[in-house]
């Protein structure tokens, strides 16, 4: 039996799917007919019902995938194509502590809760309050959320926690704040940011090339379904392309020692080069021990 208070996901035969919370007495309505709540309450999850107007329903357990799709949105959410990644890459899981900030809509705040689990932790910062308020609503009509804290706060005034796993940034200038973000997390902790043009991208790589960082990745995540039609298999023809730029990196202190001996090709050794001439003119020592001298 499907318990009351479950997320429900109907499925229409023309492919309509509706998600909906099974609340005893609280019947399902539609342009297919009604379809009564202790009716699905008597089914197991991948059953089917027919609902007053003889029209046969499929009923599915909400996944999170489904949920991330049914969340109420006024802000630009993060795609789950994206948010799988982002959770990979920043390593949440079980007892692990990952700050987030710019939560808007809470889309990747769901991703986190829900792959951080009873044991994990996710601190959410956001700068706008109805925005904080909707990434809560949304997070309790999920079903998810009781290992989430989420805080009406600028980040300019730094992060409401320390010594966390990882940290993830969907701001508009996250340069801004990596001195904050550093302070933030454990030696040796993730960092994820998502940004949409290539202008915002190169401004983070510049910021980042200036602090401890390493293992630098810049991505795009592309999605390109095909029809499932075995004796005819061939792409669809459309496909969801780009969304946005991914940027990920490792809090790592930096020695001459070690990067004496990474193998560079011509290409790269101009590059270096570059780096190098960048900041010598910034009056920055990549080498130098941060800690010693106090991250100001």
Known sequence: ???????????????????????????????D???????????HFGGEAR????????????????????????TQVIYAKDIAYIALRLGAGPGRTIIEAGCGSGGMTCGLSWFCGPTGRVVSHEAREEFARLARRNLDWAGLGDNVTIHHRDIADGFCVDGADALFL??????????????????????????????????LLLGIERRP??????????????KPVADRLRPEDRMTAHTGFLVFCRQQ???????????????QRKQEA???????????????????????
């Open 213 to 226: 960082f390493a293992e630098v990745e810049v991505c795009e995540i592309l999605i390109r379904r095909w």
């Open 274 to 296: 570059a780096r190098q001439a960048r900041l010598a003119e910034a009056g920055v020592d990549p080498y130098a021990d941060e800690e010693a001298e106090g991250r100001k």
């Open 33 to 43: 007919g009604v379809l009564t709540a202790a009716q699905v309450h008597a089914l």
């Open 253 to 267: 202190e930096r020695s001459e020692a070690f990067e004496t001996f990474v193998p560079l090709g011509t290409r």
């Open 1 to 31: 039996m499907i318990p009351y208070g479950s997320l429900v996901v109907y499925v229409t035969p023309t492919g309509k799917r509706y998600i909906k919370r099974l609340e005893e007495g609280n019947d399902w309505h539609s342009n």
């Open 170 to 203: 969907d701001v508009r200038t996250p340069w801004e704040y990596l001195d904050h973000a550093l302070r933030a997390v454990r030696p040796g902790g993730m960092f994820g940011f998502l940004l949409p043009t290539v202008d915002q991208v190169s401004k």
């Open 51 to 74: 609902t007053s107007l003889d029209v046969p329903i499929r009923v599915l357990e909400a996944t999170l995938f489904d949920r991330l799709q049914g969340l109420k949105r006024q």
